[in-house]
């Protein structure tokens, strides 16, 4: 076999593989995408009035995106302003917060000191709006896998229309009059 052969093959063997990654990409990337939608509709949120999505169910990564987005605005209107870092982990006698372990009250059944429990706030909301942030990552992986299987399938079939179309062949044999044997030059 001629290496002009050997090559032409190739292209055709590399047009078909690229094909198919294309298809697996664009196949695997839109159950992704609608996962990820379905997933989110089975919650049954829906953006709240002070929301840029008011009344509208929840069901897309970007939707899910602006409800974690107003999900942060109403704990730190529930915080006084204090993100869970910035809150004191203890309550003293009165219950006002202190960061003090030994100014804070006592559980009187375990003898730990009493937590704050507004900081359960910010644990709740973190793992609510972590999982919201999933989803829109999620969706805009999926987008880009469907970018990159469309990408993949154009220079699949872009190698197999060159390798087919002889795009390897010698010019002076491409561009021999009918009828007269072509030259080889080197």
């Known amino acids: 076999m001629s290496k002009r052969r050997l090559f032409e093959w190739g292209g055709i063997a590399a047009g078909v593989v690229l094909i198919g990654f294309g298809a697996a ?3 695997l990337s839109i159950n992704g995408r609608a996962e990820v939608r379905d ?7 829906v953006g709240t009035p002070d929301s840029t999505i008011p009344g509208q169910k929840v069901d897309t990564g970007d939707e899910a995106k602006a409800f974690a987005a ?6 730190l209107e529930a915080t006084g302003g204090q993100t869970y870092a910035e809150m004191p982990r203890f309550l003293d006698e009165s219950g ?9 009250a006592t559980d009187p059944e375990t003898g730990e000191p009493v937590a704050n429990p507004a900081r359960n706030i910010w644990v ?3 793992a609510l709006s972590t999982a919201l942030s999933m989803a829109y990552l999620a969706e805009q992986i999926a987008f ?3 970018v990159v299987g469309i990408a993949l399938l154009l220079t699949g079939i872009g190698f197999l229309v060159l390798a087919v179309g002889g795009a390897l062949r010698h010019r002076a044999e491409a561009t021999a009059p009918a009828g007269r044997p072509a030259v080889a030059t080197k």
Do not use: C, W, Y
């Not at 006002?96 to 804070?104: G, I, R, S, V, Y």
């Open 25 to 27: 990409s664009l196949a």
């Open 39 to 45: 997933s989110l509709a089975r919650e049954n949120i």
């Open 70 to 75: 107003v999900m942060r605005k109403h704990t």
């Open 96 to 104: 006002q917060p202190t960061a003090d372990e030994a100014l804070a």
């Open 124 to 126: 709740t909301e973190t």
């Open 144 to 146: 880009f896998g469907i």
